[in-house]
């Protein structure tokens, strides 16, 4: 089937994609023009904490599961069997820590942002710069997720690549500008409905075009795509149960705990019960979500197995050619691919908007008028929205799986994020010298590890869903041979990427501690060497960096000062852990 000649799309299907455009625009008028009307920040960022865990939980799915992963996941499972599907392990200590340790600090500090608590915890250039990487990673993230679904739409049937990427960016903008999070939110709720319709049609037309439950599953036993239990503890094994289900609970508290995005919608809740509900809320969804794609995938490899050849966009060649000729039934796929990306994309706006407005403008104008503040963070989604436009583009130099893209950006920058935060929560005697040096020395560590391994990539083929035209028959060849095992650096530039998120987040809460100790039971060592090492910058700025600690102080009074917090109930305080 020649993808350009092909009539893919009958007019019930634009009709159905233009539904859901309309549907989220509807949404965020909806919220434009009722309630507070979206004239405070209170109700623009969170919603005037108003919301029940129902739709919190569906919101958290859909913030970090896009269409990088309705794409993405079928593709790894086609190529490399179901190991992945481990990674649904890591779902239950990554949602149980943020249920009991993450949501009740940030819930009893009464945060807008997640990083209001870096300031309390340690001072406010250590939520500064906390910040600055969260812009930095969503702002990627969000140019991934905008242009995965129409790069691969656009190969398969033409559909018009920047004209898609345009609608989608401006109609997710306008609704994120003019609903806030209560819009974001219930347009969430709506798209993570038809997320799992669309991607339940291809499973059930495709087991019923490939000969059925039976036939499809011989099919993938026969061509050994069921991974067994893989033990191996090598590091540098790309999926192996401890990568998967151990690496993947740092992924996870990287995204569920300390990420603005779903940190937002816990504090958006009306209770803290309410907000550990939706946490507890997530878990079956987000199964259902990872079992849907990776059944996709399997059924994918049925229908193709004696084909064995494999390229970028076979999922959306797959769907395609399952539901071509069922009026409707593309439009729904396609509706679904884009309310995967809407949803995500949303999320990350208002997120963005909020910390830039909560960490980096109202302190700097705290007499701001509610009104103009408002108005603010209204032009901040904007920006971002067409700054994500642009990250778009960027994205299209990048050429790796979207998945792994998606996957290493998390690791990369969230892992030091969550070692940041983890650092304060769990180390009291860490100071905010040692937390800065941690995120910076951890942030460092981890691009030159990423770029490391990308520069290094061995020289076996590349796997198949990195678009190599190689035959699995290949590609099994390749594997068979066993390659030099690599040594020393090469060693370091082949570790799993599913373990970046653990190593950064262990790198910064080790030099946060080395550096913490060193600058506060001998506050004498670093602070001339700071001094040095900054000579270079004007005395009054010199002084505002080095001493970010009053070092005159000792561990205890500090932790006494930040430990405490406000009382849940009046006249309690409570001593947090
Ligand atoms: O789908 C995306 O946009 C990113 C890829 C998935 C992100 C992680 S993987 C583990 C967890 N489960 C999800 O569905 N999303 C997150
Ligand atoms: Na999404």
Redesign the pocket.
């Known amino acids: 089937m020649d993808p350009s000649d092909q009539k893919f799309f009958t007019v019930i299907d634009y009709v159905i994609f233009a539904v859901l455009l309309a549907a989220s625009m509807g949404i965020g008028l909806y919220y434009a023009l009722s309630g507070g009307r979206q004239r405070t920040t209170q109700e623009f960022l969170m919603a005037d904490r108003s919301m029940g865990c129902l739709p919190v939980s569906l919101s958290l799915?859909a913030s970090?599961?896009?269409a990088?992963?309705i794409i993405?996941v079928p593709a790894e499972i086609y190529t490399h069997g179901t190991q992945y599907w481990f990674?649904g392990c890591a779902y239950i200590l990554g949602l149980f820590i943020p249920a009991h340790i993450f949501i009740p600090v940030f819930y009893r500090l009464r945060v807008s942002s997640a990083y209001q608590y870096l300031e309390l915890r340690f001072s406010k250039a250590v939520r500064i710069c906390g910040t600055f990487t969260f812009i930095f990673q969503m702002v990627i993230y969000m140019g991934v997720?905008v242009y995965t679904p129409a790069f691969a739409l656009n190969a398969v049937t033409g559909f018009e690549l920047w004209g898609t990427v345009l609608a989608t960016g401006l109609v997710c903008t306008l609704y994120t500008t003019l609903g806030g999070l209560k819009a974001v939110i219930w347009t969430d709720v709506f798209q993570t409905v038809v997320m799992f319709a669309g991607q339940l049609a291809v499973i059930v037309v495709g087991v019923q075009k490939t000969g059925g439950v039976a036939d499809v599953w011989r099919k993938v036993w026969e061509g050994n795509r069921i991974s067994g239990l893989d033990l191996n503890p090598d590091p540098t094994e790309r999926h192996t149960f401890w990568t998967l289900g151990v690496g993947?609970v740092f992924?996870?508290l990287s995204?569920y705990g300390v990420n603005q995005a779903q940190v937002q919608r816990y504090l958006s809740s009306r209770t803290e019960k309410e907000a550990v509900r939706s946490c507890y809320m997530v878990f079956p969804s987000?199964q259902l979500?990872?079992a849907l794609s990776c059944v996709m995938g399997l059924v994918m490899f049925a229908r193709y197995y004696m084909f064995i050849v494999c390229f970028p966009q076979m999922v959306i060649y797959f769907v395609m050619d399952m539901l071509h000729g069922l009026p409707g039934l593309p439009g729904l796929f396609i509706a679904c691919l884009f309310s995967a990306a809407l949803s995500?994309i949303s999320s990350a706006f208002n997120s963005l908007a909020t910390v830039t407005m909560e960490d980096l403008i109202k302190p700097q104008y705290p007499a701001m008028t509610e009104a103009r503040a408002t108005l603010l963070s209204k032009v901040l989604a904007m920006s971002y929205g067409l700054l994500c436009l642009a990250m778009a583009y960027l994205t299209h130099l990048m050429g790796d799986s979207v998945?792994q893209v998606?996957?290493k950006i998390?690791g990369m920058v969230g892992g030091p994020i969550l070692g940041l935060f983890c650092l304060g929560m769990f180390f009291p005697w860490a100071n905010s010298i040692g937390a800065l040096v941690g995120l910076c020395a951890g942030l460092v560590v981890a691009f030159w590890l990423g770029i490391g391994s990308i520069l290094n990539r061995s020289t076996r083929p590349l796997p198949l869903e990195c678009g190599t035209n190689a035959t699995i028959a290949i590609q099994t060849a390749f594997n068979n041979t066993t390659l030099s095992q690599p040594s020393g650096l090469k060693r370091f530039y082949s570790l799993s990427y599913m373990w970046y998120s653990g190593f950064n987040c262990t790198t910064v809460i080790l030099i946060g501690l080395i550096i913490s100790f060193l600058t506060d039971v001998m506050p004498g060592t670093l602070y001339p060497l700071l001094g040095k090492l900054f000579c270079f910058l004007p005395e009054h700025l010199k002084k505002k960096l080095c001493c970010v600690t009053p070092l005159g102080q000792t561990v205890s009074e500090r932790i006494d000062l930040i430990m405490v917090v406000q009382p849940c109930n009046p006249g309690e305080t409570e001593m947090m852990f």
Request: glycine share 10%; with cysteine; hydrophobic share 70%.
């Open positions: 799915i970090f599961q896009s990088v992963a993405g990674i997720c993947g992924l996870m995204l987000l979500a990872l995500t998945l998606a996957l998390f």
